[in-house]
């Protein structure tokens, strides 16, 4: 992985309003920077948006916030990976939506959207990696979820709806957990930029989704989920005690193996 980009989209549902980004993340041998590109959920905007920070370059994988599972049709139940991030987790990290709900359903298209754009107008690498949905790599991040993960005592930040994932965020980056993270997928390069600097909930979001889908790039992480589609959570590493835990008692309910930690050796294989 000496040179390499991954994408991540914050997928937004509103036509009329600029709540939906995009993130190239890049590295060379020595630096790491990325782009970020706000846009509305309607076209031509939405694919113009895309093109532009996808196309023309190899992307590694590319990372959704929103609901997608194999053959991305609308998936309209809700689904384990939503139930492994809601039991027991919520009070600590908060949940995600449920793809049942009417806003799960708009989400899920607008993803859908999102992906059938990025596998248009990317050179999207084949999916290596561990619980794949598609051919290529494509994956799902939540970023809330994401971040409160490596969070040891999230609820001392008196966190909200609204306002969680940036709260979480500002937490992880003042501990330098973030930068932590990318130097772990990426030793020995330097930030061209400062994480504290990315203000804006979309980008920041949209920058989250870029570091699950490099987890992914890496081979390092941990994903919840079944057929209906797996969210991609921090390598096992960087989750906390506690969150990991909790993971285990609610994949221990479930019928199926609904939680999986990837081995980075076997992505790295392929990629050498």
């Not at 599972?69 to 492994?84: H, K, P, S």
């Not at 806003?103 to 993803?111: M, P, R, T």
């Not at 909200?160 to 930068?179: K, M, P």
Request: net charge neutral; with cysteine.
């Amino acid at each position: 992985m000496n040179n390499g980009s991954v994408i991540g989209i914050d997928v937004g549902c509103s036509p009329t309003r600029r709540s939906s980004a995009i993130c190239q993340l890049d590295w060379s041998a020595s630096v790491i920077s990325w782009k970020i590109k706000r846009f509305r959920a309607a076209e031509p905007e939405r694919e113009q948006a895309i093109r532009e920070l996808s196309a023309g370059r190899p992307i590694m994988a590319a990372a959704f916030d929103g609901p997608i599972r194999r053959g991305f049709e609308i998936i309209g139940r809700y689904r384990t990976a939503e139930r492994m991030l809601t039991r027991r987790l919520r009070p600590l990290i908060g949940k995600p939506g449920q793809s049942s709900a009417p806003v799960g359903k708009l989400l899920n298209h607008h993803a859908n959207e999102c992906v059938r754009l990025i596998v248009r107008h990317a050179d999207l690498h084949p999916a290596w990696h561990a619980v794949p949905i598609d051919d290529k790599a494509l994956v799902e991040a939540f970023p809330s979820s994401f971040l409160g993960m490596m969070i040891a005592d999230p609820t001392h930040l008196s966190a909200r709806r609204g306002n969680r994932s940036d709260r979480f965020f500002q937490h992880l980056v003042t501990a330098g957990v973030l930068s932590a993270l990318i130097g772990h997928c990426l030793p020995g390069r330097t930030l061209t930029q400062d994480l504290a600097t990315v203000v804006n909930h979309d980008d920041r979001a949209a920058l989250i989704c870029a570091l699950s889908a490099l987890c992914v790039a890496k081979g390092d992480f941990v994903a919840v989920g079944d057929d209906d589609g797996w969210i991609i959570l921090p390598p096992r590493s960087f989750i906390q005690p506690a969150q990991w835990s909790l993971l285990e008692a609610n994949a221990a309910e479930e019928p199926g193996a609904a939680l999986n930690v990837a081995v980075p050796e076997e992505i790295i294989e392929h990629l050498q």
